[in-house]
């Protein structure tokens, strides 16, 4: 056996230092600019809508389902910093096409549409990341890893609207570069500034990432992505095949746990304004500070999660994060006999507000009152029929759900990633961490579908009903496999659990 070397470890750690940063850098990129998306797309033409918005706000995560298991693929195969280089500059290239979309005189939302798309593919990176850090980490360091890789993405989703809020005091008009045709604005900064961190990012993946590999016990091992420079015993551990049913297993709930949350984000809005009588303006600023609350309380979780997980085990966890969802979702069903308020002055007249999925992820700025109102209309739309029948959801159900799924979680999100790493071991990583990683995306792609037809037609009760059931058969899933979900090196007597 040959014992890790100093000079190896902080190497090894500088190397996953830079993944942090490249995981922090992409969620980074899609947030930074999704405050500002719906009025620059209305600036630069007038022909799109909501529904186009829709389509620009899910080209995202459509490009990274797409790219995650292309780039994890290349990645079993060549060293990493070469799908991490070329993912990172097509980020960069999309950020500044994004700066451009205002330049043709025509179709300029569908270069925005392809501008967004390209970022998504670009964030493909992510499967290359967390397979890196799975096989650079032994697996006591593995659950602290992978729970320090969501905390730093969890972090570029809550910095990224504050950078762009930081960006708008430039203002609408900025300042225009005409030798390269830019206008630097408060639309365009935002990516500009993404585009600087991506270059930044390919700097330091160059200067600074090394490929390294040790095996489950922390001893230095050869690895297939070596350009040379790595010392250390080839792995002789690789022999016996993948659990494929823990694999798939552990997709399903990653998938259900990315879909509950999208759907927690996406009813947020327009359930409180239908419960509560918020105007719109009112709605996104309480729900605006709610989330970020939420987002510090999951930060916080990541960190005491690696502490919790020693002790108690990432199965046992993974259990308890979906239990505490589960709860989380089942406080929301709608209990009292208290009906919300009515729009009773909206039978009037056609223009009847209706909650659809693009008003749902449409930012507040967004959202215009009808012509013929000289106030906004609030409380429950009557076209909404569950309204005159299904009791309120009061705000104390609200805020506590609010809590509960905020804590559950992060909890099931570094959970899930941990035991997969576990259970794939030695093995190439790279394109079951892509489809793990698509799976997420299509996850946030059909959850905002699904909650925006079944709340709108048949209420809350049954919303959370169906979401409380799919909460619980992936509960009696993990109690199925809960046996399977353990280390590669486990699994064949490598180890000891």
Not at 308 to 313: E, H, I
Not at 331 to 353: A, D, R, T, V, Y
Not at 404 to 427: A, E, Q, R, W
């Amino acid at each position: 056996d040959v014992v890790e070397s100093e000079e190896h470890y902080k190497s090894r750690w500088r190397s996953i230092w830079v993944m942090y940063l490249t995981m922090f850098l992409s969620s980074v990129g899609f947030s930074i600019v999704i405050m500002s998306v719906w009025p620059y797309l209305q600036k630069i033409d007038p022909t799109a809508d909501g529904s186009f918005l829709g389509w620009i706000i899910a080209s995202y995560s459509i490009g990274q389902m797409v790219s995650s298991p292309l780039f994890g693929l290349w990645s079993n195969y060549r060293p990493r910093r070469e799908p991490l280089v070329v993912s990172t500059a097509i980020s960069v290239a999309a950020n500044c096409l994004y700066a451009y979309v205002h330049i043709p005189h025509s179709h300029n939302k569908y270069y925005m549409l392809t501008a967004r798309a390209l970022v998504g593919f670009g964030a493909g990176n992510v499967a290359v990341v967390r397979s890196y850090i799975s096989g650079a980490t032994s697996l006591k360091e593995r659950t602290s890893a992978m729970a320090n890789t969501s905390a730093c993405q969890a972090v570029g989703f809550i910095l990224g609207p504050v950078f762009q809020t930081c960006f708008t005091l430039i203002g609408e008009e900025g300042i225009t570069w005409k030798l390269i045709d830019l206008q630097l604005n408060m639309y365009t900064a935002p990516v500009l500034f993404g585009a600087l961190l991506g270059v930044v990012n390919i700097i330091l993946i160059f200067a600074i990432f090394r490929e390294h590999r040790v095996d489950d016990m922390g001893r230095q091992c050869k690895s297939v992505n070596s350009e040379g420079e790595e010392s250390g015993v080839q792995d002789q551990d690789t022999e016996g095949d993948v659990d494929h049913v823990a694999v798939v297993a552990i997709n399903f709930l990653f998938f259900v746990i990315l879909f509950v949350f999208a759907v927690f984000e996406t009813i947020a809005t327009p359930l409180t304004m239908d419960m509560y009588s918020w105007t719109r303006k009112e709605a996104v600023f309480y729900n605006g500070i709610i989330l970020i609350v939420v987002g510090i309380e999951s930060v916080i979780v990541f960190m005491v999660v690696k502490i919790l997980a020693k002790k108690a085990g990432e199965r046992a966890m993974l259990h308890g994060g979906l239990l505490i969802v589960l709860v989380g979702f089942f406080i929301l069903l709608p209990w009292g006999k208290k009906l919300p308020n009515i729009q009773w002055q909206e039978i009037k007249n056609n223009s009847i507000p209706r909650t659809t999925y693009t008003e749902m992820v449409m930012p507040f700025w967004s959202w215009q009152l009808p012509a013929n109102h000289t106030a906004e209309p609030v409380g429950c739309p009557i076209m909404q029929s569950w309204c005159l029948n299904t009791p309120m959801i009061y705000l104390a159900q609200y805020i506590s759900s609010d809590i509960l799924i905020g804590l559950g979680y992060p909890v099931c999100h570094v959970m899930s990633y941990t035991l997969y790493s576990k259970i794939l071991g030695p093995k190439p990583q790279g394109t079951y961490m892509g489809w793990l990683t698509a799976s997420g995306s299509g996850a946030r792609i059909l959850g905002p579908v699904f909650v925006s037809q079944v709340y709108t037609h048949l209420g809350p009760r049954w919303a959370f009903s169906l979401i409380c059931g799919v909460v619980v058969a992936s509960l009696l899933l993990l109690e199925i496999v809960y046996k399977r979900l353990i280390a590669f090196s486990v699994r064949y007597g490598r180890m000891q659990e």
